[in-house]
Nanobody, 123 residues
């Protein structure tokens, strides 16, 4: 089992950058695929980015590709989401999640979720 705690969300201007962190617990942290999802008010939770066990295999949603980068540090049991060129439509609560699969892009494939961190991008 793994517990996840996100941090780093805040108010940022359009065009700015932000790095989210998600700290995990558990000795087998490196054996989980990790992902970031987001949920805006009135919308369903959507996939943002995912990485495999080693971090070498990554996936991105089309609308963040080239702007966001997911990475992980298994020694620190932490996954990051570097977000550049932020847009107002990136405003959402961002969640990190862990899956026992090697890598996954659908919410129902993830067994463990953090509580979320709010990212607000002003225009």
């Amino acid at each position: 089992q793994v517990q996840l705690v996100e941090s780093g969300g805040r108010l940022v201007q359009s065009g700015g950058s932000l790095r989210l962190s998600c700290a995990g617990s558990g000795r087998t942290f490196s054996n989980y695929g990790l992902g970031w999802f987001r949920q805006a008010p009135g919308k369903e939770r959507e996939f943002v980015a995912a990485c495999g066990w080693s971090g070498d295999d990554t996936r991105y949603a089309d609308d963040v590709k080239g702007r966001f980068t997911i990475s992980r540090d298994n020694a620190k049991r932490t996954v990051y989401l570097q977000m550049n060129s932020l847009k107002p439509e990136d405003t959402a609560v961002y969640y990190c999640a862990a899956t026992e699969k090697l890598i996954a892009t659908l919410p129902h494939e993830y067994e463990y979720w953090g509580q979320g961190t709010q990212v607000t991008v002003s225009s």
